[in-house]
Nanobody, 124 residues
Framework: QVQLVESGGGLVQAGGSLRLSCVAS????????MGWFRQAPGKEREFVGI????????YYADSVKGRFTISRDKAKNTVYLQMNSLKSEDTAVYYC?????????????????WGQGTQVTVSS
């Protein structure tokens, strides 16, 4: 059984930084791309970014490009979301998800496992 567990959320002032972590169970972590999504109150879950399984290729939503960075540590079965220059509109619950390949990264149904989410609140 695959489990994804996010952590690292919290309250931060605008302009600050946070690093989220997503730890995956199972021995096939390195075979899958890992994506990050977020969901603000009253809004649909939206794509943030993704990192490929092998060559470290990353792709980001325009709203976070240049501010957020995704990385992964295969030895620790962990993917990270480094968030800098945070804005109030970044406030949301952040989720990591697993999918095979990076094609269709923005489509929710392409992911087979999700974490429970971690709350990020940015105060202005």
């Amino acid at each position: 059984q695959v489990q994804l567990v996010e952590s690292g959320g919290g309250l931060v002032q605008a302009g600050g930084s946070l690093r989220l972590s997503c730890v995956a169970s199972g021995r096939t972590f390195s075979s899958y791309a890992m994506g990050w999504f977020r969901q603000a109150p009253g809004k649909e879950r939206e794509f943030v970014g993704i990192i490929s399984s092998s060559d470290g290729y990353t792709y980001y939503a325009d709203s976070v490009k240049g501010r957020f960075t995704i990385s992964r540590d295969k030895a620790k079965n962990t993917v990270y979301l480094q968030m800098n220059s945070l804005k109030s509109e970044d406030t949301a619950v952040y989720y990591c998800g697993r999918k095979y390949g990076v094609r269709g990264a923005q489509i929710l149904s392409n992911y087979d496992y999700w974490g429970q989410g971690t709350q990020v609140t940015v105060s202005s």
